[in-house]
């Protein structure tokens, strides 16, 4: 499956931001899709994820609360809703989809077979 991540930009400390992942070529039925993000000189960090059948969520006990993960079956799509943003959220923002995973790996960014492109987020103070 083919991943394409939009939906970043540059905000302000406060603002909020809704992030984007679809899949190309088939659905995401039967897949854990998971947001991820890499700030620059830091190694890629779990943020949520989602059972894709079924809607299940796993979230960063540390991000809980302003990070939100959706679905549109619809779209064929998975949102990243990001509120009260900090300058500490700056970093490019990886989907990553897995359809063999056990749930306790879920968080392991080499758990994922498959990558979007990332989409940036710019936090300014």
């Known amino acids: 499956v083919q991943l394409q991540a939009f939906g970043g930009g540059v905000v302000q400390t406060g603002g909020s931001l809704r992030l984007s992942c679809g899949a190309s070529?088939?659905?995401?039925?039967?897949?854990?899709v998971g947001w991820f993000r890499q700030a620059p000189g830091k190694g890629r960090e779990f943020v949520a994820v989602?059972?894709?059948?079924?809607?299940?969520?796993i979230y960063e006990d540390s991000l809980k609360g302003r990070f939100t993960i959706t679905r549109d079956i619809t779209k064929n799509t998975v949102y990243l809703q990001i509120n009260n943003l900090e300058p500490e959220d700056t970093a490019v923002y990886y989907c990553?989809?897995?359809?063999?995973?056990?749930?306790?790996?879920?968080?392991?960014?080499?758990?994922?077979?498959?990558w979007g492109q990332g989409t940036e987020v710019t936090v300014s103070s």
């Open positions: 070529g088939r659905t995401f039925r039967g897949y854990k």
């Open positions: 989602m059972k894709w059948d079924g809607g299940t969520t």
């Open positions: 990553g989809a897995t359809r063999r995973t056990i749930h306790s790996m879920l968080g392991v960014p080499s758990s994922y077979e498959h």
